[in-house]
T-cell receptor, first 115, second 115 residues
Framework: AQKITQTQPGMFVQEKEAVTLDCTYDTSDPSYGLFWYKQPSSGEMIFLIYQGSYDQQNATEGRYSLNFQKARKSANLVISASQLGDSAMYFCAMRGNNAGNMLTFGGGTRLMVKP | EAGVAQSPRYKIIEKRQSVAFWCNPISGHATLYWYQQILGQGPKLLIQFQNNGVVDDSQLPKDRFSAERLKGVDSTLKIQPAKLEDSAVYLC?????????????FGPGTRLLVL
């Protein structure tokens, strides 16, 4: 079984500062993928970044980077230079080859950027 | 490129009524997913289609929920009869071929309120 845990229900960050959103996971699959999605108040899930379990380097996409620590089973999202538009719910998700390719989501973290 | 389309965006019904949601995936995407997102939680997969065949419907409450993707393109999700606990956002997503490393792209969702 796959499990994603996001322990921070809500976070505040000052505009232009960096913030780290925590995600830990548990799986028995040797090969898996980790995803982060952003969900603004409009409701749409917006894909941010992907990390494969065998990728040697941490993924980066613009202001988003993923701090992947395989031994600790963590995949934290780092947002640099926060903007007001970053205020939203953020979901960590994983997908394993042996779990029917099902995408399992964490409970989410609400990020609020202060001006 | 057009994204995943869903309709309606909002629906209010009374318990024991029926409701149907429609989804049109990104052109060329073979895999289509329906998720249920209850307020304050992450999305939960209800059903996954590969072309017009069901890959995973293990979490679909089959006594009241049904879904089809007859021609392997657009899909409908039906609830009959609805219960109060079905109030949620129903998200449709699609991906190219359903492999674990592929990104799923989400539509705007349908917000259902059952009174």
């Amino acid at each position: 079984a796959q499990k994603i845990t996001q322990t921070q229900p809500g976070m505040f960050v000052q505009e232009k500062e960096a913030v780290t959103l925590d995600c830990t996971y548990d799986t028995s699959d040797p090969s898996y993928g980790l995803f982060w999605y952003k969900q603004p108040s409009s409701g749409e899930m917006i894909f941010l970044i992907y990390q494969g379990s065998y990728d040697q380097q941490n993924a980066t996409e613009g202001r988003y980077s993923l701090n992947f620590q395989k031994a600790r089973k963590s995949a934290n999202l780092v947002i640099s230079a926060s903007q007001l538009g970053d205020s939203a719910m953020y979901f960590c998700a994983m997908r394993g080859n042996n779990a029917g390719n099902m995408l399992t989501f964490g409970g989410g973290t609400r990020l609020m950027v202060k001006p | 490129e057009a994204g995943v389309a869903q309709s309606p965006r909002y629906k209010i019904i009374e318990k024991r009524q029926s409701v149907a949601f429609w989804c049109n995936p990104i052109s060329g995407h073979a895999t289509l997913y329906w998720y249920q997102q209850i307020l304050g939680q992450g999305p939960k997969l209800l059903i996954q289609f590969q072309n017009n065949g069901v890959v995973d419907d293990s979490q679909l409450p089959k006594d009241r929920f049904s879904a089809e993707r007859l021609k392997g393109v657009d899909s409908t999700l039906k609830i009959q009869p609805a219960k109060l606990e079905d109030s949620a956002v129903y998200l449709c997503a699609s991906s190219l071929g359903g492999r674990s490393q592929e990104t799923q792209y989400f539509g705007p969702g349908t917000r259902l309120l059952v009174l």
